[in-house]
């Protein structure tokens, strides 16, 4: 079956950052690459994080475009997800963000700021790559998720039914269990409930995904992601004691999302200077569900923050 987006110009990569092959310290990231066309000046680097549960292909409809806009992009698989590795630990967003930082600046050599973008799980860690390295964050723009120590993140957390998936992934082995042989039927139920364009996510798609998380592994580093929302919390909280983020940030959600009522009240916590967009027609896949607007409103907000050398 062919393709319904264009990677010819992709590069896919693993890199060691860290650890002993074939032992449990071991760390390989995945990465997608994708360079303007060669007669483009490149004008910065954009890195595109993902969410749970997907990984770097639920970009693929955005990565070129964006690419052709005249930006390098570099898609990761995080920590545990796709292609990389999947450690025991590290799963705090601290760590997971610093893991793509030392891609980004140590594997790939990029010095200039970036602009960090990051959806679901993904958002949480675009948030936590800004405040840790803002001299290396042109702009910031996430959305589509509660971010953990913010008084937003509390009310959700305690008060709203449709996130009753956060206290399930938090416990110890028994959703692994209770998911073991059911992956495909457990993360298609995400899909189907946040999705507002029913053709977004193909069963070839699906397919995509059930693979990738069916493999050893792959839906304890899941979870792992959200066993860490609590020490999440107080991370970040340290940052706010320091005072707001000057990165320029946008909030980024779907106009049926959850989140887009409360969006700019909760970056607000968090962030001097804080911008809103909303992906039309879209529940929570925002870049699968309508991936013009998605670049649309991402790109526009980015050159209002392109970096100048």
């Given at each position: ?52 549960p997907q ?14 806009t005249g ?218 569900e309508n ?19």
């Amino acid at each position: 079956m062919s393709k319904d987006y264009d990677d010819s110009a992709w590069v896919s990569k693993r890199v060691l950052l860290s650890g002993e092959p074939s032992t449990p310290t071991e760390l390989y990231l995945h990465y997608i690459d994708c360079r303007p066309p060669a007669s483009t000046n490149i004008q910065g680097l954009i890195i595109l994080i993902h969410g749970y549960p997907q990984t770097s292909y639920q970009f693929r409809h955005v990565i070129t475009p964006l690419s052709l806009t005249g930006y390098r992009i570099i898609a990761p698989d995080y920590r545990g997800a796709g292609h990389s590795s999947r450690p025991r630990d590290g799963y705090n967003k601290m760590q997971m963000a610093a893991d793509i930082h030392q891609l980004v600046t140590g594997h790939l050599k990029f010095r200039q700021p970036a602009h960090v973008v990051g959806h679901d799980i993904g958002g949480m860690i675009a948030h936590a790559y800004a405040v840790q390295f803002p001299s290396h964050t042109a702009s910031v723009a996430w959305g589509e998720c509660p971010l953990p120590g913010t008084q937003v993140y509390d009310e959700i957390v305690k008060n709203d039914r449709r996130v009753w998936h956060f206290d399930f992934h938090m416990q110890i082995d028994l959703p692994e269990l209770l998911t073991q042989g059911r992956e495909r039927i457990y993360i298609k139920h995400f899909y189907d409930r946040l999705c507002i364009n029913a053709r977004a996510i193909t069963p070839k798609d699906l397919d995509h995904y059930a693979f990738c998380f069916e493999q050893p592994g792959a839906m304890r580093a899941g979870f792992e992601t959200y066993r860490a929302f609590d020490r999440d919390c107080v991370e970040n909280r340290s940052f706010q004691h320091r005072g707001k983020c000057n990165v320029p940030a946008l909030v980024l959600n779907g106009e049926h999302s959850l989140f887009t009522d409360v969006a700019r009240k909760q970056a607000s916590e968090v962030y001097h200077t804080v911008e809103e967009a909303i992906v039309e027609g879209s529940g929570h896949w925002i870049a699968e569900e309508n991936p013009q607007d998605f670049i649309k409103k991402l790109i526009f907000f980015i050159r209002e923050h392109d970096f100048i050398s």
